[in-house]
């Protein structure tokens, strides 16, 4: 039985993925659950995350987000028996490869699929859910008549954070980064109620020619966005393209000046910079800033029940329709490798699934 790896020798060397031989897994003990596996996201590996908490090893298992069969289930374990069908995302500390054929997971780390969802559906949209929930429910306290900002709202995570923001009665702002993305947010259409762009306004910053803060403004009377959630900041003037990045992104400045009074900022910069000016500006909106890691329900047992909550939810607002992800044409095993060496270098724009 293999499992794909990911593998790096030496600090600064690039990494590589390959297969590696696994033995057979023993039958599941007390709470584990022992899976068959039909399909597996594949997303970037955090190594630096994995380095700060001393998860970092010469080789890590690839592929986390996973929906499959139950065949066995330990002798502790009261949420699943054999045949169940199941979605969940491994633990950061798993020595589980989820490119395998069979694997061990926790029962808490899993839920059941709903029968009316493909296996590829579940794999490719249970961490984005996760996501999405995180930023809006958990840090920014997402409600009704709120007006939500998604920066790169045409990428796979961007799409669910809309989609939710949408449902829960938010007005939405999002940015493309290109013509075709611009296309697809404006045609993106809730399948229950009433058949209005789930986006109100789509702000086309691939030029670099637009003011996103002007934008937001205007389209808020002046008031502002309640909420900002962020897929990448610039810190100083001084970045641009020739720091390797293809997209626009935009200045910490112009989140701030677009924050409305009481606002939230949703970053996913984990070494944001604030300087004194831009903290008192914040202090006189009264707004805050919040970090949204996804793993942080991974690295703390305290909040089990509310991360499988979220997963159940999410599932249940994929099977009704709620949310539709963006998934690009499954991918068979032999070309997982390739597929991760892509997704690792952030070569794709829709989120890979590979079919087992």
């Known amino acids: 039985m293999k499992g794909l790896y990911c593998q790096q020798n030496s600090a600064g060397e690039e990494i590589t993925f390959a297969f590696q031989e696994r033995e057979n897994l023993p039958p599941p003990t007390e709470y584990l659950v022992k899976i068959q596996v039909k399909a597996c996201s594949l997303t970037c590996i955090d190594r630096k995350l994995l380095s700060v908490i001393n998860l970092e090893s010469e080789s890590l298992p690839v592929g986390r987000e996973i929906a499959g069969v139950v065949l066995e289930v330990g002798s502790k374990v009261s949420f699943f028996q054999p045949d169940d069908e199941v979605v969940g995302i491994l633990p950061l500390d798993s020595k589980e490869s989820g490119l395998c054929e069979v694997l061990l997971i926790h029962e808490q780390y899993v839920v059941h699929k709903p029968g009316n969802i493909s296996w590829i ?164 909106k009264g707004a805050t800033v919040c970090f949204l890691n996804e793993e942080v329900w991974n690295l703390s047992s305290v909040h089990q029940g509310k991360y499988l909550h979220i997963l159940k939810d999410v599932m249940e607002k994929l099977s009704a329709g709620i949310f539709r992800p963006l998934l690009d044409e499954p991918v068979p095993l032999y070309e997982a490798k390739i597929s991760m060496e892509m997704v690792q270098k952030n070569e794709v724009r829709m989120r890979r699934v590979v079919q087992l």
């Open 121 to 284: 559906e579940a794999a490719g949209t249970i961490r984005d859910g996760l996501r999405a929930y995180t930023a809006f429910h958990y840090l920014a306290h997402l409600s009704p008549g709120k007006t939500v900002l998604v920066l790169d709202g045409a990428s796979p995570s961007g799409t669910i954070a809309i989609q939710l923001a949408h449902y829960r009665g938010s007005k939405v702002i999002s940015t493309a980064y290109s013509v075709e993305d611009k296309q697809y947010l404006e045609r993106l259409l809730p399948t229950v109620g009433i058949r209005q762009p789930l986006v109100a306004r789509v702000i086309d910053v691939s030029s670099g020619k637009v003011d996103l803060a002007e934008s937001c403004l205007e389209e808020t009377g002046g008031l502002g966005v309640d909420i900002v959630l962020d897929a990448g900041v610039r810190l100083y003037n001084s970045e641009d393209v020739s720091l390797g990045r293809t997209q626009p992104l935009p200045h910490k400045h112009d989140i701030l000046m677009l924050l409305a009074v009481g606002g939230h900022w949703v970053t996913t910069v984990a070494d944001l910079q604030l300087n004194p000016p831009d903290s008192h500006c914040l202090f006189l």
